[in-house]
């Protein structure tokens, strides 16, 4: 199991022309997957993007982080 959160840091403070998203959760857990001799990734993410957000954008970065982490596997 890998679990993250949104935090604050005095290196990399918030800008006024800026709008953070909030992580409130991300996390991925592992489930054997013995028919494919593999391992099954549940991605949760639980995000407050502050503000209006087209979905079209959220699903296109979601596929692209899915076939980035795909890749890497």
Do not use: C, Y
């Amino acid at each position: 199991m890998i679990v993250n959160k949104s935090t604050q840091h005095p290196s990399k403070p918030e800008l006024p022309d800026v709008v953070r998203s909030d992580m409130k959760l991300n996390g991925f857990f592992f489930v054997p997957a013995p028919k494919v001799n593999g391992v099954k990734i549940v991605w949760i993410q639980n995000l407050d993007v502050k503000g209006s957000f087209p979905t079209w954008v959220f699903r296109q970065a979601t596929i692209k982080m899915n076939l980035k982490h795909h890749k890497v596997l």
